[in-house]
């Protein structure tokens, strides 16, 4: 069985433009997590899902990332537009449920925005 | 704020020495409490969790954990260290649904 899958692993971009971060998570698990981890440091959560619904979107950056889970299933996290301070590496995670669950996570995305 | 906090950034131990990588938390009542470990250019991966019941808990490649709700921490452990556990670890621990990470510890385990 396929683990998380994100995508692209790697990005490299000028402040300003806009990134989009796809995952497509382990089949069945209805929770999804986007994290952010910056260099030396642990994840910090993003936004968390369960089905279609952000059911904690409290630490996202509104003004400046989005994201979507339409059909419940794969999500997609943009940046519109980066900043210098976005370079660092987003996590897509998913767990069947979100109380004592493992989650599972895919490899990560790097984002370097110059 | 809650948090959990990992005291140590770095460890560093010899080969066929026992490890320990520190860990306190914050959560009152009764923790959901997980260890990941993050191998370089790889994804996070899970290690064990403490839920419920027998305050030792052992997870994958030899690992172990003790839950110790006095001290309010949750060490890591292992008899003996090889060096394939280099990698960097995180103590989690669960608010409401939410995965809170420690900063991180980096395990160096030398021949």
């Known amino acids: 069985e396929a683990g998380v899958v994100q995508s692209p692993r790697y990005k490299i971009i000028e402040k300003k433009q806009p990134v989009a971060f796809w995952c497509n998570p382990i089949?069945?698990?209805?929770?999804l997590y986007w994290y952010r981890q910056n260099l030396g440091q642990g994840p910090e959560l993003l936004i968390r899902?369960?089905?279609?619904?952000?059911v904690d979107d409290s630490q996202l950056p509104k003004d400046r990332f989005s994201a979507e889970r339409l059909k419940g299933v794969d999500s997609t996290l943009k940046i519109q537009p980066a900043e210098l301070g976005d370079s660092a590496v987003y996590l897509c995670?998913?767990?069947w449920g979100s109380g004592a669950n493992v989650l599972t996570f895919g490899a990560g995305s790097r984002l370097t925005v110059l | 704020a809650q948090s959990v906090a990992q005291p140590e950034d770095q460890v560093n131990v010899a080969e066929g020495n026992p490890l320990t990588v520190k860990c306190t938390y914050s959560?009152?009542?009764?923790?959901?409490l997980f260890w990941y470990v993050q191998y370089p250019n790889r994804g996070l991966q899970f290690l064990l969790k403490?839920?419920?019941?027998?305050?030792l808990v052992k997870g994958s490649y030899g690992f172990e954990a003790e839950f110790n709700k006095s001290q309010t921490s949750f060490h890591l452990k292992k008899p003996s260290a090889l060096v394939s556990d280099s990698a960097l670890y995180f103590c989690v621990e669960n608010q409401g649904g939410k995965l809170i990470f420690g900063q991180g510890t980096e395990l160096s385990v030398k021949p």
């Open positions: 899902y369960e089905n279609e619904e952000a």
């Open positions: 089949s069945g698990h209805n929770t």
């Open positions: 959560v009152s009542g009764n923790p959901y």
């Open positions: 403490y839920i419920t019941g027998d305050n």
């Open positions: 995670a998913s767990s």
